[in-house]
């Protein structure tokens, strides 16, 4: 395999992946009306193409990083995706000090990569 689609292949998955579980853990509450077992039984549902994406991402991923490398990867990216659907989806408002909490977890990513 191609050494860049080692390099860029493990993040696009695990953006994805981070998607549907964003969509598994908090989508049900843009609907809070829906009875709790469909909302654990749609969670549950939404969150098998999540784990699809996510074990070969890091299978792939761990042929050019370090698994902490990948875990604070993947946190950033949650934080990312976290971030874009609490805006756009549940319409909510992110504070100030909520996205400078933010930041320093990714700054802490970023020592983990770049400080080997």
């Known amino acids: 395999m191609p050494p860049i689609i080692l390099k860029v292949a493990p ?15 908090y989508g049900h509450l843009k609907n809070k009306t829906m009875a709790l077992p469909l909302a654990i039984v749609t969670s549950w549902l939404i969150a098998l193409p999540e ?5 070969p991402a890091n299978r792939l991923g761990s042929t050019m990083y370090s698994t902490a490398q990948l875990k604070t990867g993947q946190e950033a990216i949650t934080l990312i995706v976290f971030t874009l659907f609490s805006v ?3 319409g909510e408002q992110i504070k100030l000090t909520t996205l400078l909490g933010f930041a320093l977890i990714v700054c802490g990513a970023g020592l983990v990569f770049f400080f080997k």
């Open 11 to 25: 993040w696009l998955m695990l953006v994805a992946s981070n998607i549907f579980m964003t969509f598994a853990w």
């Open 51 to 55: 784990y699809m994406l996510a074990v």
């Open 88 to 90: 756009f989806y549940l």
